[in-house]
């Protein structure tokens, strides 16, 4: 979420395409570990009606994440070096650490102003995406080696996600309020939707079937609801918690019943039901509510409050604040991730130029860790799962 304004018009350019140097083969053997829609699931594991069309069904009921828990890792991502990768949206580069020490031990450039960290569909690429316009894109990395390719110049990716089928990426053109859809393999743009009335687009989750789309409208204090398959909008949601509302990270649960929305001027999280048809409540967490995260058990979330310097832990079963963890001597938690195992919590500090790992057994501070210049959407590597939908963390 840019604490830079952003002008809600600008000028159409051509679009400047390239092959990925460091993406690995779609294909490739996952040994015994089930790759996406390889498996049929029992009656019991697809509760939530029919999926999205090419969508893999889930392996287990009551938990869209189950595929994801504590160090379930693929075959594909067993080889990956362990790192955490952190993109500086002011200096324009990615800093490596070592999870292991807390250790910076590399750097790269990450494009003009690089925000995020996202995983590919088959977990195979990290792209780092970079938003300035015009001149944005993204950076493959290669999570065997940590070595990032040539940068493919796209057009301001602020944010970047993948349908639930993998055909096809999705751009998030944050400053042209607009949706460009991409081939994945070859970076040659397919379609374009605009979105005049979701002012700042930004972050984005599925319903459990994969067919609805709630996405945050950052500027507009709104939420926008979209059909999967054709993008076309189903309703809107006005936000009447904060009249400036400040709608950000989108994540469903792990049981799939609801929606939840941080929101960093109304001070928490809005509740949305699992198809984004109602708003069903709101929850106080702390000043600059932020980003959301969910424990490998499924039973827990976690809340980053930028402004506050604190992460509200949620029970997802009440939905209920159950602590709150304080950062030592202040911070600004942002965006990332949790370990393979779920024991460490690795976030961005925005305002402080630094990242926290915190012990998720009690909010402990393991460390702080300086960076570049505006740390944002980091990403913690190799993650358990079988596809990424996109963003930092969003593996099912």
Not at 272 to 288: L, V, W, Y
Request: hydrophobic share 35%; with cysteine.
């Amino acid at each position: 979420m840019p604490s830079r304004a952003r002008t809600a018009t600008v000028l159409a350019a051509i679009l400047l395409t390239a092959p990925t140097a460091c993406t690995r083969t779609e294909a490739g053997d996952r040994g015994a570990d089930p790759s996406p829609g390889s498996r049929a699931p029992s009656a019991s594991a697809a509760p939530f009606g029919p999926l999205l069309a090419g969508m893999p069904p889930y392996l287990a009921a009551g938990n869209v994440y189950a595929s994801a828990g504590p160090n379930m890792l693929s075959q594909a991502v067993r080889g990956d070096r362990a790192l955490v990768y952190v993109p500086n949206t002011k200096s324009n580069d990615v800093w490596v650490i070592d999870p292991a020490t807390y250790k910076v031990v590399g750097k790269f450039p990450g494009g003009p102003e690089a925000q995020h960290v996202v995983p590919s569909y088959d977990l195979r690429t990290l792209y780092v995406a970079s938003s300035r316009v015009p001149d944005g894109g993204v950076v493959p990395v290669d999570p065997r080696t940590g070595r990032p390719g040539t940068f493919v110049n796209l057009r301001d990716v602020y944010n970047l996600y993948f349908t639930p089928d993998g055909r096809q990426a999705i751009v998030v053109a944050e400053a042209y309020q607009r949706l460009d859809l991409y081939d994945p393999r070859t970076w040659r743009r397919t379609r374009s939707v605009r979105f005049p009335q979701c002012g700042g687009i930004n972050h984005m989750d599925y319903s459990a079937d994969g067919r609805t789309m709630l996405w945050s409208c950052e500027f507009a204090n709104r939420m926008l609801v979209l059909d999967t398959a054709t993008l076309r909008e189903l309703r809107e949601f006005p936000l009447a918690r904060a009249s400036d509302g400040m709608p950000q990270d989108t994540r469903l649960t792990p049981d799939g019943r609801h929606f939840l929305v941080a929101d960093m001027h109304a001070d928490g999280v809005y509740v949305f039901d699992g198809q984004a048809t109602r708003q069903t409540g709101f929850i106080p967490t702390g000043r600059g509510a932020h980003g959301i995260y969910f424990s490998r058990d499924g039973r827990l979330g976690y809340v980053t409050n930028r402004d506050a310097g604190t992460i509200t832990v949620l029970d997802l079963a009440t939905l209920k604040p159950t602590t709150t963890w304080r950062i030592p001597g202040g911070g600004s938690p942002d965006m990332g991730g949790l370990s393979a195992d779920g024991r460490v919590l690795w976030l961005s500090g925005r305002y402080h130029d630094e990242v926290y790992a915190l012990s998720t057994a009690d909010g402990r501070l393991l460390a702080r860790i300086p960076v570049g210049r505006g740390p944002h959407g980091l990403t913690v590597w190799p993650q358990p799962g079988r596809y990424s939908l996109g963003h930092t963390a969003n593996i099912r």
